[in-house]
């Protein structure tokens, strides 16, 4: 089962940086993707970025694009979000979350090159870390 463990969230100034790091476990080949998404209260789940799990592929959010950055560990199985020129409305609960691909009735995998959602099913989430950007 995979397990996901986020850390570095805090308190930044506009224009700040701050990077994030989730800590996996159970990340095997049954996962295609590992991504970051954020939330804010009373609105949806947004994707921030994601990538592929053999880091083929990377994709962002067009309100980060620039900005933040994906990388992953592979060895440690580490994922990371570096976060520069923060802004205010970055202030969100940030989570970590696995995907995978998304099945046909027979159990082939409905083939995708990328890592968004809905391509790519994220049922495993970690706990979230809180980032507050404020002056």
């Known amino acids: 089962q995979l397990q996901l463990v986020e850390s570095g969230g805090g308190v930044a100034q506009p224009g700040g940086s701050l990077r994030l790091t989730c800590v996996t476990s159970g990340f095997t080949s049954d996962y295609h993707a590992i991504g970051w998404f954020r939330q804010v209260p009373g609105k949806e789940r947004e994707l921030v970025s994601c990538m592929r799990s053999g880091g083929e592929i990377s994709q962002y959010g067009s309100s980060v694009k620039g900005r933040f950055t994906i990388s992953m560990d592979h060895a440690q199985k580490t994922l990371y979000l570096q976060m520069n020129d923060l802004r205010p409305e970055d202030t969100a609960k940030y989570y970590c979350?696995?995907?995978?691909?998304?099945?046909?009735?027979?159990?082939?995998?409905?083939?995708?090159?990328?890592?968004?959602?809905?391509?790519?099913?994220?049922?495993?989430w970690g706990q979230g870390t809180q980032v507050s950007v404020s002056s």
């Open positions: 979350a696995g995907g995978k691909l998304r099945k046909l009735p027979s159990g082939s995998f409905i083939y995708s090159m990328g890592c968004r959602p809905p391509e790519l099913q994220y049922d495993d």
